[in-house]
């Protein structure tokens, strides 16, 4: 069973940054694509950034340029950094682990809010 656990969320101000960690645990063997997604109140679930096992990355046009992501293969976490938050980055962030056999795997989630 494979654990994901977020933190780092929290209520920031526009302009503001934000650091999102996830950490991976328990039974996971093999290379792992590991990734970010979020949900807004009333909106679908929607991509954010992702980082291949071969540390290959990809962002949403939404937060590229502002958000970069990385991940520690010796930490097994996977890294948000957030920064000129905007109101619309408002939402409940999720971690997503994608295993070898194309199965997604996620956490409960992280409240970031961006407000004045």
């Known amino acids: 069973q494979v654990q994901l656990m977020e933190s780092g969320g929290g209520l920031v101000q526009p302009g503001g940054s934000l650091r999102l960690t996830c950490a991976v645990s328990?039974?996971?063997?093999?290379?792992?694509?590991l990734g970010w997604y979020r949900q807004a109140p009333g909106k679908q679930r929607e991509f954010v950034a992702s980082?291949?096992?071969?540390?290959?990355?990809d962002y949403s046009v939404h937060v590229k340029g502002r958000f970069t992501i990385s991940r520690d293969n010796f930490e097994n976490t996977v890294d948000l950094q957030m920064n000129n938050l905007k109101p619309e980055d408002t939402a409940l962030y999720y971690c997503?682990?994608?295993?070898?056999?194309?199965?997604?795997?996620w956490g409960l989630g992280t409240q970031v809010t961006v407000s004045s």
């Open positions: 328990g039974r996971i063997s093999g290379l792992y694509d």
């Open positions: 980082v291949t096992r071969s540390d290959l990355k």
């Open positions: 997503n682990l994608n295993d070898q056999s194309g199965v997604d795997h």
